[in-house]
């Protein structure tokens, strides 16, 4: 019987009492599981805090340590019944938080924190949750063996704090150590690079991990359980009467999750689409009877479904921002995107989207790449680039779902709906994909827009118009 890997995120690691809920879930299963877990809720924040400029002093240190002592003993002390059992895992976490303890100190003395240090001190929230949640769950009886990215080859390439899977390179390790009949326990959002120093996935990484994991062992379904209710038609704590999305394609929630709905990280869905894996989305909050599994919120797999409106979510962000390159020669002589491009991606920067026309070239980024990536195009001192700005002030709308290549107006309802609310439009683009169609706004007007969309889309009953 195939494997199914699941995972739990951190939301869903809140409280002590959580261990319960996710002990009745496990049982749930008729496979043999491969648990990647996140950090206990807030852990990854208090890590990446201490990191933030200034704050590596010694008080705050202790400070540190005994914030994560607390939080990990909560856990052990509300779970496990027996002293002795508590004792001795509590001696573990205590040369784990020495190790962690001692490395931010020399960081602390040496006043620099090297990428690979910073991912290093972050992945401390996996790897001390892992250890925790494996001994209550086998002081439960469950019976998992607890392994590490480091133990089963799980390779990366690119940069320490945004890193991905090479995957050729870890598939057969990987499939290899965790062939046996049993439950495994990893802890997710990092991997070693070819130093084998630790390199992390970027925040929300752990999804990542699942997905990647499922491919490499030909999972027959990678399940993410998450405290909301799987994806959205539009981000419910704006939209009150958003509902649940049940079906998806790869594409769809890829799009989704590229631009804006926080539910999953976006590099999830590129795994488990290479082997056609469905991958679920459950609820932590579902209730679970006499040991069987609650239905999924969301279902994502290949099939591409169109829906009478077309579009099946709203959804935005406001961490984009444009690089724009004018010059009266940019569209006709070559090499200026490639050249600008390679640049980048030799930093490390990820071009998100290029919108061009003739005399401009936007390149959309994420806003905290922004700064870096103008002076690079800069220092580059093209000759055909006149003019380089940086516009900040820009909100993503992307409405996502299968056909708008296939079905006239929807772009044309999305336009109208925004200039009847007086919206400006301040750039577009339709047909670029099957499965969505973006276009950036100003920041300030970008609630009004997605609550106009939304009403127009889900909330108004149209008849043949
Ligand atoms: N603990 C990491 C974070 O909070 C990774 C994850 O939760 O998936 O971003
Ligand atoms: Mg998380």
């Known amino acids: 019987m195939k494997k199914i890997v699941v995972k739990f995120g951190g939301s869903v690691l809140k409280n002590p009492e959580g261990l319960q809920k996710i002990e009745k879930i496990i049982n749930s299963y008729n496979n043999y599981l491969i648990i990647v877990v996140s950090a206990l809720f807030s852990v ?72 690979s240090s910073h991912a290093f001190v972050i992945s401390f929230g996996e790897r001390l949750s892992s250890m925790v949640i ?38 057969t390790e990987v499939k290899k150590k965790l062939s046996a009949e049993k439950h495994y326990l990893i802890p997710g959002f990092y991997g070693i690079n070819n130093n084998n120093k630790v390199s992390v996935f970027g925040r ?23 405290d ?34 926080g539910i999953t990280h976006p590099d999830t869905f590129a795994p488990v689409r290479l082997k056609n894996i469905p991958l679920r989305i459950f609820s932590i909050e579902q209730h679970i009877e006499r040991e069987l599994l609650p239905p999924a919120s969301t279902l994502i797999n290949s099939k591409r479904e169109r829906n009478k409106n077309v579009i099946k979510s709203i959804t935005y962000s406001n961490n984009f921002a444009l690089l724009r390159i004018k010059g009266s020669g940019v569209g006709i002589h070559p090499g200026i ?20 026309s003739q005399t401009t070239i936007n390149f959309l980024l994420s806003s905290k790449n922004i700064e870096e990536a103008s002076s690079i195009v800069r220092e580059l001192n093209l000759p055909d680039a006149e003019e380089i700005s940086i516009d900040e002030n820009i909100a993503l709308i992307a409405a996502v779902g299968y056909g708008f290549r296939e079905t006239y107006g929807v772009a044309a309802k999305i336009l109208t709906t925004l200039s009847e609310e007086k919206i400006n439009v301040t750039l577009m683009t339709a047909g670029a994909s099957d499965d969505a169609i973006y276009l950036t706004i100003r920041k300030n007007e970008c609630e009004k827009a997605v609550r106009s969309l939304h009403h127009e889309f889900f909330e108004v009953q149209h008849h043949n118009k």
């Open 44 to 115: 990854t924040d208090k890590l990446s805090e201490i990191l933030a400029g200034g704050n590596l002093s010694g008080a705050n240190i202790s400070r540190l340590i005994k914030s994560l002592r607390r939080i990990h003993h909560d856990f052990l002390d509300h779970n496990i019944n027996n002293l002795s059992t508590i004792k001795l895992i509590k001696i573990d976490l205590e040369m784990m938080l020495v190790v962690l303890n001692d490395h931010l100190t020399g960081l602390m003395l040496i006043g620099d924190i090297p990428e």
């Open 134 to 171: 494996t001994s209550i769950l086998n002081s439960k009886g469950i019976g998992i063996c607890k392994s590490t990215p480091e133990e089963i080859g799980l390779y990366t390439s690119g940069r320490s704090l945004d890193a991905r899977i090479d995957l050729e390179r870890s598939r």
């Open 204 to 226: 929300g990484g752990s999804d990542y991990s699942a997905a990647v994991i499922a491919e490499c062992i030909d999972a027959e379904y990678c399940d993410l359980w998450k």
């Open 228 to 261: 909301v209710n799987g994806f959205m038609t539009a981000d419910p704590v704006l939209i009150k009467n958003a509902s649940t999305i049940p079906l998806l394609s790869y594409g769809e929630a890829a799009e989704l999750s590229y631009f804006g709905a």
């Open 337 to 356: 995107i490639s050249n600008i491009s390679r640049k980048l991606s030799e930093k490390g920067i990820n071009i998100r989207s290029i919108i061009t």
